[in-house]
């Protein structure tokens, strides 16, 4: 189920689904340790006898709020006769969720409401082994194992504190959870229980007729049982309405704090710009490492997730957020990968969230020799990334610092690993990970990986560095064109691979074909065998069907919705289809031609959810989100072309597109 809303600061991350039921909460690393995972937490109201839990019934209406990225929930129940209003926050200062319930009595006549929050934490990942317990001595409710402490408390305007409680036990032997204990409106005040524990925390409300009150309520989270107090102490000292005030300010001005000139872009697009920026901070860890997407679901229904950090979707997050001018947000990533740099000079196929190796099935071994198990371009793609972060900063000292242990190791290995027949980089695997070749893509970033590292090898004076890797950027760009343009069908191939004892041109289009050649400066965007090849993606890789949009290549099989290639060559993808509009903007010469973009990013827009998530893929049919959502990539890209698009803009109507910094002043 895609997410509908995500909280974080950099080591917390929440992720909620359409029922706003809390399905992820990730610490201390973003995407490493889900303490909910399969295990929701719920929220039930038990009014007058009646009992529901929050969910769809509810005509939920699930967004962040326009005057901050606050969490903003509201649902209304004619069966218990009230509405609920539900804002939620990870506090930006430290590892507090606080949430806000205002419940409002729809009747005419009094009301008791009675509010349960249920919740387990299979901590590590694993439902054993767990303890939860009642403390009287500050009266609040812990879970705990090793070094994961969860503490939970509450407030209401009669009482400090909640009101009833429980612990116990979830799924064991016949005992579905502690949550059931809440439906008849009173707990079992357990104090304590171990294994798979859970617990319910309740608070009484009285509403007049008519009448609205407040509750509130805040999990800490910390390594010891000694900082969740000190955490708790703080909640009650600083208030949680103070935290979610100051946690909203934060957020919008940190969203905000570069000023456009938007020209024709609506305020959708621009609200879905301000969302992706938020999004992509909530998705990178404090070592600089952002993960592809929170989404557990994918668990349930294959071996793995997409909670790692691939090298090239890292290195996309970093050029959209040093491009909307937030490099200190990037500049951890290059240092985490200077250390996990391998002694050869490569990044392997994907890291965790703590920088250890992640899972693989990249093979060592191809036709009984040695084959390194990596995507080439994941490697280029971070030397690109610097040198695009130094123009950015102009940071001298940063780059001296990682020009040896970083830039030279990489584009040393660049350079070596060739083969000397064709003068193209070894085959390597695919940015889709499907198969081993030399892909034009994967060129294409070796080709502009090299360029980067020549031009920070001159900017500090490092001559026979960069004299060797301009050359060989240079002989990479002929030996794609020798041998990897078609002269008979006028376009690329997509890669080249061994068969018969000679290389055999792969012609499937490709998406990624057009754009490494476009997007890495292999190709000039007007040349011929770009335009040529850019004729065939689109007439073959355009979904004919209501959902639009653009597929990764031709009978792509990956999540097949429909099997009818003539219609769906694949199911349409948000970031590939945001590559188009790139190849579209470059072209552009006069405001008119910018009028076909500007529809592909507003098609981006009407596919997300109605709080702002891109998925990884579209419905061919439907339109509706597919696969894991959100889709850190999708957002890097939707922030890459929209500044594209107004940088061309500027340059048509002779306007800059970024405003002047000016600081606000006064209260």
Known sequence: ?????????????????????????????????????????????????????????????????????????????????????????????????????????????????????????????????????????????????????????????????????????????????????????????????????????????????????????????????????????????????????????????????????????????????????????????????????????????????????????????????????????????????????????????????????????????????LQYPIQEDETALVLFALEQHYEKTHNVEFLEELYNPLVRKMADFLVSFRDSATGLPHPSYDLWEERIGIHTFTVSTVYVGCLAAANMAKILGKKNDCSRYFRTASEIAAASVREMYDTKERRYCRRLYWEGGKWVKDMTPDSSTLYGLLRFGMEKPDSPRLVSTAKDCFSRLSLKTSAGGWARYEKDNYMMIDPDWTRVPGNPWILCTLWRADYLISLAQKSEDLDEPRRIIEWVVRRASASGILSEQIHPTLGTPLSVSPLAWSHAQLVITVLFYLKKMGQIVDRPYIKPFRMSKGC
């Not at 909280?7 to 809390?22: A, I, Q, S, V």
């Not at 249920?118 to 705990?144: C, K, M």
């Not at 103070?242 to 919008?252: L, Y």
Request: charged residues 25%; hydrophobic residues 35%; aromatic residues 14%.
């Open 1 to 369: 189920m895609p997410r509908s809303i995500i909280l974080g600061n950099g080591k917390t991350l929440l992720g909620f689904d359409d029922n706003y039921e809390l399905r992820d909460w990730y610490f201390p690393y973003v995407g490493q340790e889900n303490h909910v995972g399969r295990h929701y937490h719920k929220i039930g109201f038990w009014v007058d006898g009646a009992f529901a839990w929050f969910g769809k019934s509810w005509d939920l209406k699930i967004n962040y709020s326009p005057e901050g990225f606050i969490a903003t929930v509201s649902g209304r129940s004619e069966a218990l006769g009230i509405s609920a209003e539900i804002e939620d926050t990870v506090y930006n200062e430290e590892n507090v969720m606080v949430r806000r319930v205002n419940v409002k009595n729809l009747g005419k006549t009094k009301k008791e409401v009675r509010v349960f929050f249920a919740q387990e934490f299979p901590i590590d990942e694993v439902t054993y082994g767990n303890t939860s317990f009642y403390d009287p001595r500050g009266e609040v409710i812990i879970h705990y194992k090793g070094q994961r402490v969860f503490l939970i408390n509450g407030s209401t305007k009669e009482k400090a504190g909640f009101s009833d409680f429980t612990c116990g036990v979830s799924n064991w032997g016949t005992q579905e959870g502690s949550f059931r204990d809440a439906e008849d409106g009173r707990l079992a005040q357990n104090h304590i229980e171990h294994g798979s524990a859970d617990s319910v925390v309740g608070f009484n409300l009285y509403l007049e007729p008519g009448g609205m009150e407040t509750l509130y309520s805040w999990i800490v989270v910390a390594a010891d049982i000694k900082e969740a107090k000190r955490l708790n102490r703080e909640v009650l000292a600083k208030t949680p309405a103070h935290i979610i005030k100051t946690t909203r300010f934060f957020w919008k001005a940190w969203v905000e704090k570069q000023e456009y000139e938007w020209f024709n872009l609506g305020p959708e697009i621009r609200d879905l710009f301000g969302k992706s920026l938020f999004f992509l901070r909530l998705l990178t860890n404090t070592n600089g490492l952002s993960i592809a997407s929170p989404d557990s679901d994918l668990l349930q229904f294959g071996k793995d997730t997409y909670n790692y950090m691939w090298p090239r979707d890292g290195a996309f997050v970093v050029l959209a957020l040093d491009k909307a001018g937030y490099s200190e947000v990037t500049r951890n990533f290059f240092y985490t990968a200077k250390d996990l740099l391998s002694e050869e000079g490569f990044l392997m196929h994907k890291y965790r969230p703590d920088g250890s190796l992640g899972s693989s099935w990249h093979s060592w071994i191809a036709n009984g020799v």
